[in-house]
């Protein structure tokens, strides 16, 4: 089966800053890879997804690039600020349509 | 338009209990997946329903069950709970590939 791995587990950044949690992938039928912020006592919600048929998707402070070569995607935040602070998931799925999550990152930015 | 609700938010269960946990999918979504996730890790797929039945299911024992009704919500049902059931169930709704969560239930056992 699919294993998503993400990196790095906590990080720490000042308010302005950028923030890039990177994820990898197993399988290479994989061709949908959404990315979730979850807070604190919260489900987690969708904030971008890209399909395998695009290299990059942006959307505001945020974008996400995929390397299929590689089987690699990111999360690049820009301008972060103390509302961005989360726990992200990366997630990877292919025919089954079922994700595959990483285990998260938790970002705090510091004001 | 309410996004996916769940019901109870919070549980406490003894070991050896039985429970069952609800879900209400986003308006128009018409598949409801359910994921356990333990604490610090991310979510770990249960298993789906559509059209009223089980489609795929993840790594999880019989006691793990489920019901879909006829107007798409579901339920969750955990039999004999272990101390390692302890987690957030997440409930998720879909009318494609991408997933909407609801809030989840915080299930404790005893």
């Known amino acids: 089966g699919e294993n998503v791995e993400q990196h790095p587990s906590t990080l720490s950044v000042q308010e302005g800053d950028s923030a890039v949690i990177k994820c990898t992938y197993s399988?290479?039928?994989?061709?949908?890879f959404p990315w979730y912020k979850q807070e604190l006592g919260k489900g987690p919600q969708l904030i971008i997804d890209i399909r395998s048929n695009v290299g990059e998707k942006k959307d505001q402070r945020i974008a996400v690039t995929l390397n299929k070569t590689a089987k690699h995607f990111s999360l690049h935040i820009t301008e972060t600020q103390p509302e961005d602070s989360a726990v992200y998931f990366c997630?990877?799925?292919?025919?089954?349509?079922?994700?595959?999550f990483g285990r998260g990152t938790s970002l705090i930015v510091h004001p | 338009d309410a996004g996916v609700t769940q019901s109870p938010t919070h549980l406490i269960k003894t070991r050896g209990q039985q429970v069952t946990l609800r879900c209400s999918p986003k308006?128009?979504?018409?598949?409801v997946s359910w994921y356990q996730q333990a604490l610090g890790q991310g979510p770990q797929f249960i298993f789906q329903y559509y059209e009223e039945e089980e489609r795929q299911r993840g790594n999880f024992p019989d006691r793990f069950s489920g019901h879909q009704f006829p107007n798409y919500s579901s339920e969750l049902n955990v039999n004999a709970l272990l101390l390692g059931d302890s987690a957030l169930y997440l409930c998720?709704?879909?009318?494609?590939?991408?997933?909407?969560f609801g809030p989840g239930t915080r299930l404790t056992v005893l």
């Open positions: 399988d290479s039928a994989s061709n949908y």
């Open positions: 308006s128009g979504h018409d598949t």
């Open positions: 997630a990877a799925s292919g025919g089954s349509y079922i994700p595959t």
């Open positions: 998720a709704s879909s009318s494609d590939r991408t997933q909407y």
